[in-house]
C-alpha cells in the first residue's frame, strides 16, 4: 500500500462510518464535505480503492461512489486520462459499480487483465448471473482469482459462483466434470471453493464432499450418495496428520489399502482417482530434519498406485507456502480441518488447475518472443553473440526459462517463435551462441515478421490447426501483451512476475497450463510429428511447379522384403487402409504369410523419408503367380497394394511399380496383371493402372465380385509414368 | 445494528454484521445483541467456524480452541473482540 493511502485511511474510515452508520442518519452534506476535503484526482482514486478493500455493504459503498462522483463531476474521465494504471483501474471499477454494472462497463473492466478487486468480481458475477452473456461471463470467470482472495473472500466468491444459473453455466460450452472429495479428513470447506476453482479454470464442474473416515463405506456401500452422484473423479484427501504412529511405521499396508480403494474406485464408478501425497509437518522441521518414512512413502506411493490413479502433489504445494503458514493446528484440533482455512481459497485453486490438466491439457502450443523473452537485450542491435543469455548475473534467468520451456517440449507441448526480427538474425543464436538450450528442432514454428503478433499467432495456430483457446503467448513487452488480449482474448497471456523472466518459470508452473497429468509415448514426440508435416506445407507452398517440388523433397523409398519383422505392421495397414488401396482385400496374417511365402512372389514393404523425416513404413505390395503357374513368362498377379494415404501425391506409386517391374523382368515373368476393385473411398486410384500403361481386360463375369476390373501390363514394355523423383533403395 | 436496548450501534459492531451478512449470506441481516447460535438455523458447526476465520480475519486476532468453542452468541463475540483489545465495541 502507498504511503499516500495511509494518511488517508482515517478520512476514508470516517466516510465509511458515516455512510454505514445508516445512510439515513449521516447527512449528505456531511459525506459532501468530507469528500470535499479528500481533494480530487489521486487522492479521490485511493479512495476508491480502499472503500472496495475495507469489508463494507456494497450498497453503502456504492452511495459513497455515487457522492463521489457527484461532488467533482467528469473525475472518472479525468482519472482514466491520468495515466496511471491505479488510477485508471480505480475509475473503471467505480464506473461499472455506479453505472449499472453494464456489460460494456464490464468488457472495458476486463480488456487489461489487471486483478479485479473481489468485491466488483462479486458484484459482476451477481449481475451476469442469468447468464445472458455466456462469452463475457467466461472471460469473468476466468478472472476470478480465487487462489489470492483471503478465505472470507474466496467464499463470498463462490458463494456468487454457486448463484449462477445451470442453464447459464451450461451455455458456457465447458467440458463437465463431477468430482467427489472424500477424505480422512474435513473436506466440507473446501466443496465450495473448488466447485468456484474449477469454473475459473474452464472446467463445469459439480462437487461433492463426504464426511472423513467413511471412504470404505462410501464406495462400497450400494445405497451410498457416490454410487447415485457418478463422479468422473474421486480425490482422495489426506494428510500426514491423519496417520496414525503405527501406519507411519507400517506404511506399505497403508498404501496397499489406498492402491487398492482406488482400484475399487476406478471399477465401480469408471472414475479417475487423485490421491494426495503426504505433507510436511511443522514437526518435521528443524536441525533433525524430515523423517525418512516420509520420503519413502511419498516415492513409493507413486509406483503403487494402480493406472488412472493420479498424485496430486500436496508436499509441494505446502513447501511453497510454508509449513507455518500451511497448518492451522487449533483447526485440526476442533474440526480435523487439515490446513489453515487461510491456505484453503490456494489449494483450491490448484486443485482446479490439476482436474482441468487431468480432463486436457488448457494449452497445446507456447508461442515465444525472442529478444528479452528467450535472451536479454536485441540481437539485431548488439549481434547473436552479445545477447544475455547464461554467463553471470541476469543471463541466467533467461537460461532457466529455456531449459523450462525444454522439458515443456518434451512433454509434449509445442513450442513457436513469433519475432519481429529479420529470420536471419533471429536464429543466429539458435545456430551459433553456445549456451542457447533451445535448438530449431525443438521449435514447431518460427515467424519472423514486422506483422502485428495479433496476427502471427493466429497465423500460427491455424497451421498447426488449434483454437486460440490452446495457445499460451509470452512476451516481455506489455503492449504486445495488452494488442494479444484485446484482439484475441481467448489466447492466454500471463502478466510479467515483478521479477521478470526469473520468476516466469514458476508462474507457468503454478499455473498448471502445461501441466500433464496423463502422458503418451505420442506426447513426447509430437513436436517433431507436426514440424515435419508443418515444413512440407510450407515447401509446397513455396514451389510453384509441382515437379520441381517433388525433386526438392529428396524423396528416398527404401523397398524391404516382407518378413516376420514387419508383417504386423503391413498387416495393420492392409487392414486400415482405403484409399490408396486398389482391391481393398482385408488380407489376414495366415494369407500374407501364405502369399509371400509362395514361389516367385514378389513382397515388399515401404518405408519412405524425404529430406523433412521418415514417414514410416507406410506402404505394401504383394505380387504372386497364380498358384500351380510356374515357369519362363509367367503371369505375375497384383493382389495386394496399399500406400498411406500421408505420402499420396508424391509420385510414390510409380516408384513402386518400377520396382515390381524389375523383378519381373529378373524373374522373366511375361505379364503383369492387375485388379481394381471399387469401393466407396478407393476412387483416388480407379485409373491407377491405365495412367501406368497396363491395357484393361474389362470386367470379370465372376457374379461374386462384379466391379472388379482386371488389367494386364506387358513386362517388355516401359511405363507411362516412369519413377522420376523416388530414388529406390533396397 | 441495534443493541439490547434500540440503540444504533456503530463501528466495531457494523463489521460484525457485515460478517454476518456474509456468511449467513443475508444482506439485509439486522445484527442482534441478543442473537445466539441456538435461535439461528445458520449458525451450524460449518457457519461458526467460517465464522471465526472471518472475524479473525477482520480484526487481526486469534482465538484459542476454548474461545472458539466458547462462542455461543453475538454477545460473546463482542466480549472475545474486546479481550483482544478491539475498541470501539458496544458497550451494554
Not at chain 1, 386 to 391: E, F, P, V
Request: hydrophobic share 45%; with cysteine.
Amino acid at each position: 500500500m502507498p504511503a499516500a493511502t495511509e494518511t488517508l485511511l482515517p478520512v476514508v474510515g470516517a466516510l465509511l462510518r458515516a455512510a454505514t452508520g445508516g445512510l439515513t442518519t449521516a447527512p449528505t452534506k456531511d459525506v459532501r464535505a468530507m469528500i470535499e476535503s479528500l481533494g480530487e484526482t489521486e487522492t479521490a482514486a485511493l479512495a476508491f480503492r480502499l472503500m472496495c478493500e475495507l469489508s463494507v455493504p456494497v450498497e453503502s459503498q456504492l452511495f459513497l461512489l455515487r457522492q463521489i462522483r457527484m461532488t467533482y463531476p467528469g473525475l472518472l474521465e479525468r482519472l482514466e486520462a491520468s495515466g496511471s494504471p491505479a488510477s485508471l483501474l480505480a475509475a473503471r471499477e467505480a464506473r461499472y459499480l455506479t453505472d449499472g454494472s453494464s456489460d460494456e462497463s464490464l468488457e472495458t473492466l476486463l480488456s487489461d487483465g489487471a486483478p479485479l478487486d473481489p468485491r466488483v468480481v462479486e458484484a459482476a458475477i451477481e449481475h451476469q448471473r442469468d447468464g445472458h452473456n455466456p462469452a463475457l461471463l467466461r472471460r469473468l470467470l476466468a478472472q476470478l482469482r480465487l487462489g489470492a482472495a483471503d478465505y472470507p473472500a474466496a467464499q463470498r466468491l463462490a458463494r456468487r459462483v454457486s448463484d449462477l444459473s445451470p442453464a447459464g453455466l451450461t451455455a458456457l460450452g465447458l467440458p463437465e466434470l463431477r468430482v467427489a472429495i472424500l477424505g480422512d479428513v474435513t473436506t466440507k470447506f473446501l466443496q465450495p471453493l473448488l466447485q468456484a476453482s474449477l469454473l475459473e479454470h474452464g472446467v463445469n464442474g459439480t462437487v461433492q464432499s463426504g464426511d472423513f473416515d467413511h471412504i470404505e463405506v462410501l464406495v462400497l456401500s450400494p445405497e451410498s450418495w457416490l454410487r447415485d452422484f457418478r463422479p468422473d473423479v474421486v480425490v482422495l484427501l489426506s494428510s500426514s496428520l491423519a496417520m496414525r504412529p503405527s501406519e507411519a511405521e507400517g506404511w506399505h499396508d497403508l498404501l496397499r489399502q489406498r492402491a487398492e480403494l482406488c482400484r475399487l474406485i476406478t471399477e465401480r464408478f469408471s472414475a479417475d482417482t487423485v490421491v494426495t501425497n503426504f505433507e510436511l509437518l511443522p514437526e518435521h522441521t528443524g536441525p533433525q530434519g524430515t523423517p525418512a518414512w516420509l520420503a519413502e512413502v511419498n516415492a513409493a506411493l507413486r509406483h503403487m498406485l494402480p493406472e488412472r490413479s493420479h498424485v496430486f502433489d500436496l508436499g509441494s504445494l505446502v513447501a511453497e507456502v510454508g509449513v507455518d503458514r500451511w497448518f492451522d493446528l487449533r483447526m485440526w484440533g476442533i474440526a480435523r480441518q487439515s490446513f489453515g482455512l487461510g491456505a484453503a481459497p490456494l489449494l483450491a485453486d490448484r486443485l482446479g488447475r490439476f482436474l482441468r490438466a487431468l480432463v486436457e491439457p488448457p494449452v497445446k502450443l507456447i508461442v515465444a518472443d525472442l529478444d528479452g523473452t528467450l535472451w536479454g537485450d536485441i540481437a539485431a542491435e548488439v549481434g547473436a553473440e552479445q545477447i544475455i543469455l547464461g554467463g553471470n548475473g541476469k543471463g541466467v534467468a533467461y537460461l532457466r526459462l529455456q531449459r523450462y520451456l525444454r522439458d515443456c517440449v518434451s512433454n509434449g507441448f509445442l513450442l513457436a517463435i513469433a519475432s519481429k526480427n529479420a529470420p536471419e538474425i533471429a536464429r543466429e543464436p539458435f545456430l551459433h551462441h553456445p549456451e542457447m538450450i533451445l535448438k530449431l528442432e525443438d521449435l514447431v514454428d518460427f515467424e519472423c515478421s514486422f506483422n502485428p503478433k495479433s496476427v502471427v499467432v493466429p497465423h500460427i495456430a491455424k497451421r498447426l490447426s488449434l483454437g486460440l483457446q490452446n495457445v499460451l503467448f509470452l512476451d516481455d513487452s506489455p503492449h504486445e501483451r495488452a494488442e494479444m488480449r484485446q484482439q484475441h482474448p481467448e489466447v492466454i497471456v500471463p502478466e510479467w512476475p515483478a521479477s521478470g523472466v526469473a520468476g516466469l518459470p514458476a508462474l507457468l508452473a503454478r499455473s498448471g497450463w502445461l501441466a500433464r497429468v496423463r502422458l503418451s509415448e505420442e506426447d513426447r514426440h509430437r513436436t517433431r510429428l507436426y514440424r515435419e508435416e508443418r515444413f512440407r506445407v510450407e515447401t509446397a507452398a513455396r514451389f510453384s511447379d509441382v515437379e520441381e517440388f517433388l525433386n526438392d523433397l529428396g524423396l528416398v523409398a527404401r523397398l524391404t522384403l516382407i518378413g516376420p519383422e514387419n508383417l504386423e505392421r503391413v498387416g495393420q495397414l492392409v487392414q486400415k487402409t482405403n484409399q490408396f488401396n486398389l482391391t481393398t482385400r482385408r488380407r489376414t496374417r495366415l494369407e500374407l504369410e501364405e502369399l509371400i511365402a509362395r514361389p516367385g512372389a514378389y513382397a515388399r514393404a515401404l518405408y519412405l523419408e524425404d529430406r523433412h523425416g521418415a514417414y514410416g513404413l507406410t506402404g505394401a505390395m504383394i505380387a504372386v503367380p497364380p498358384s500351380g503357374e510356374t515357369g519362363p513368362l509367367q503371369r505375375l498377379v497384383i493382389d495386394t497394394w496399399v500406400m498411406s494415404c500421408r505420402i499420396m501425391g508424391k509420385t510414390v506409386e510409380c516408384a513402386m511399380f518400377a520396382d515390381l517391374l524389375r523383378f519381373a523382368r529378373d524373374t522373366r515373368a511375361g505379364v503383369i496383371e492387375g485388379v481394381y476393385q471399387q469401393t466407396s473411398r478407393n476412387a483416388a486410384v480407379a485409373s491407377l493402372y491405365e495412367e501406368l500403361g497396363f491395357t484393361t481386360l474389362g470386367f470379370t463375369t465372376d457374379a461374386r465380385s462384379p466391379e472388379e476390373q482386371r488389367f494386364v501390363f506387358n513386362v517388355s514394355s516401359e511405363p507411362a509414368r516412369p519413377n522420376r523423383h523416388v530414388k529406390v533403395v533396397e | 445494528v441495534k443493541s439490547r436496548d434500540g440503540q444504533l450501534l456503530t463501528g466495531a459492531a457494523e463489521r460484525v454484521q457485515a460478517i454476518f451478512r456474509d456468511v449467513f449470506d443475508d444482506p439485509k441481516l439486522v445484527l442482534q445483541y441478543g442473537m445466539k447460535a441456538s435461535d439461528a438455523p445458520e449458525w451450524d458447526s460449518l457457519n461458526h467456524i467460517n465464522l471465526i476465520v472471518a472475524l479473525e480475519t477482520e480484526f487481526n486476532v486469534t482465538f484459542d480452541e476454548d474461545e472458539i468453542a466458547g462462542v455461543t452468541s453475538v454477545e460473546d463475540i463482542f466480549a472475545h473482540l474486546a479481550r483482544h483489545g478491539v475498541d470501539d465495541l458496544p458497550g451494554r
